[in-house]
């Protein structure tokens, strides 16, 4: 039989190894859930950094897809000031250039009426459209919008450069009857032309059209 103080050290040792394995399995538990708080609180803060940036990237386009818009709007008012202006140009033009048809193909011309002469509109501009264009600001219009100032402009290049021609070819004659000594009978010599002149007259009227009705839209757009 142990005796009793062997007894008591052998209790006592086992539950001092019990307690130091408690003490093991409790760090190591504590270990184990500190990790897996680290871990996720990592992965929180991973996260948050993410939806944090991607807010960031979402309202900086955002606000420069609003910048951009407004920037349009304000190109789209200087294509309207460009179209009302060259609106105002061609109606001076056009006028006189159908009175001058109607002298050239009249038989009785009156003599004070003899030196008048066709103008082509070559002063027409299209710097706010282009700069419309280059600038990218045309990315930011509706499509409607781009097709009809596309046409509008495509009218008016064809008038510019029949006007253009025809202007050449006037001079041309001009030059060559300067280079023989001839005088020159404006009413004779504009009947040759007579037929351009219509020509060109017949795409003012078109372009002036085409200039009310989109000075009405643009007025219009939002």
Same mark, same amino acid.
């Given at each position: 039989?142990?005796?009793?103080?062997?007894? @008591?050290?052998?209790?006592?040792?086992?539950?001092?190894?019990?307690?130091?394995?408690?003490?093991? /399995?409790? *760090?190591?538990? &504590?270990?184990?859930?500190?990790?897996? +708080?680290?871990?996720?609180?990592?992965?929180?803060? %991973? !996260?948050?950094?993410?939806?944090?940036?991607?807010?960031?990237?979402?309202?900086?386009? +955002?606000?420069?897809?609003? =910048?951009?818009? *407004?920037?349009?709007?304000?190109?789209?008012? =200087?294509?309207?000031?460009?179209?009302? /202006?060259?609106?105002?140009?061609?109606?001076?033009?056009?006028?006189? =250039?159908? $009175?001058? %048809?109607?002298? $050239?193909?009249?038989?009785?011309? *009156?003599?004070?009426?003899?030196?008048?002469?066709?103008?082509?509109?070559?002063?027409?501009?299209?710097?706010? +459209?282009?700069? !419309?264009?280059?600038?990218?600001?045309?990315? @930011?219009?509706? #499509?409607?919008? %781009?097709?009809?100032?596309?046409?509008?402009?495509?009218?008016? &290049?064809? @008038?510019?450069?029949?006007?253009?021609?025809? !202007?050449?070819?006037?001079? =041309?004659?001009?030059? #060559?009857?300067?280079?023989?000594?001839?005088?020159?009978?404006? $009413?004779?010599?504009?009947?040759? !032309?007579?037929?351009?002149?219509?020509?060109?007259?017949? $795409?003012?009227?078109?372009?002036?059209?085409? #200039?009310?009705?989109? *000075?009405?839209?643009?007025?219009? #757009?939002?």
């Amino acid at each position: 039989m142990l005796r009793p103080h062997l007894l @008591y050290a052998l209790e006592k040792r086992t539950l001092t190894e019990s307690n130091e394995r408690d003490e093991k /399995s409790a *760090a190591v538990e &504590r270990v184990s859930t500190h990790r897996d +708080w680290s871990t996720k609180a990592l992965a929180i803060e %991973i !996260f948050s950094i993410i939806v944090g940036v991607l807010l960031a990237l979402g309202l900086s386009e +955002w606000n420069d897809e609003r =910048n951009h818009k *407004a920037q349009a709007q304000i190109a789209l008012k =200087n294509v309207l000031i460009e179209v009302r /202006s060259n609106q105002e140009l061609l109606n001076v033009i056009h006028e006189n =250039n159908v $009175i001058t %048809i109607e002298i $050239i193909t009249d038989e009785q011309v *009156a003599e004070s009426n003899k030196n008048r002469n066709f103008i082509p509109g070559l002063q027409l501009r299209e710097t706010a +459209w282009e700069t !419309f264009l280059t600038t990218g600001m045309s990315n @930011y219009v509706s #499509y409607d919008t %781009i097709l009809m100032l596309s046409k509008l402009y495509s009218i008016q &290049r064809i @008038y510019k450069q029949t006007g253009m021609q025809l !202007f050449e070819s006037t001079m =041309n004659v001009s030059a #060559y009857a300067t280079a023989l000594g001839t005088e020159i009978d404006n $009413i004779h010599y504009a009947k040759q !032309f007579v037929g351009h002149f219509k020509l060109a007259s017949t $795409i003012e009227t078109e372009l002036l059209s085409a #200039y009310e009705k989109t *000075a009405e839209q643009l007025d219009d #757009y939002d």
